[in-house]
Nanobody, 116 residues
Framework: QVQVVESGGGLVQAGGSLRLSCAAS????????MGWYRQAPGKQREWVATITRGGSTNYADSVEGRFTISRNNAKNTVLLQMNGLKPEDTAVYYC??????????WGQGTQVTVSS
């Protein structure tokens, strides 16, 4: 059974930091790209960052320079280090894992709240 589980969300003051973790298990193939998305209240889910199996990264303009994505292929985990948090970063953050067949797997989400 495929499981994608996020952790590390919480409440932080503006300017603070949080680190999100995501662990994937039960996927029968190797994992390709891993990424993070977020959804703020009343808004559509938006892409935050992606890391390929080879370690190449891409970030949304809104988080470039503040967030860092990394992964451990042996453990099928992906991290999102978030520094310089702003109130507009408040959202539910979702981990997304792609199998080498192209199937997407989503976690249940973890809440990040940044107070001003």
């Amino acid at each position: 059974q495929v499981q994608v589980v996020e952790s590390g969300g919480g409440l932080v003051q503006a300017g603070g930091s949080l680190r999100l973790s995501c662990a994937a298990s039960g996927i029968s193939t190797s994992i390709g790209a891993m990424g993070w998305y977020r959804q703020a209240p009343g808004k559509q889910r938006e892409w935050v960052a992606t890391i390929t199996r080879g370690g190449s990264t891409n970030y949304a303009d809104s988080v470039e320079g503040r967030f860092t994505i990394s992964r451990n292929n042996a453990k099928n985990t992906v991290l999102l280090q978030m520094n310089g948090l702003k109130p507009e970063d408040t959202a539910v953050y979702y981990c997304c894992v792609t199998s080498l067949w192209g199937t997407l797997y989503w976690g249940q989400g973890t809440q990040v709240t940044v107070s001003s």
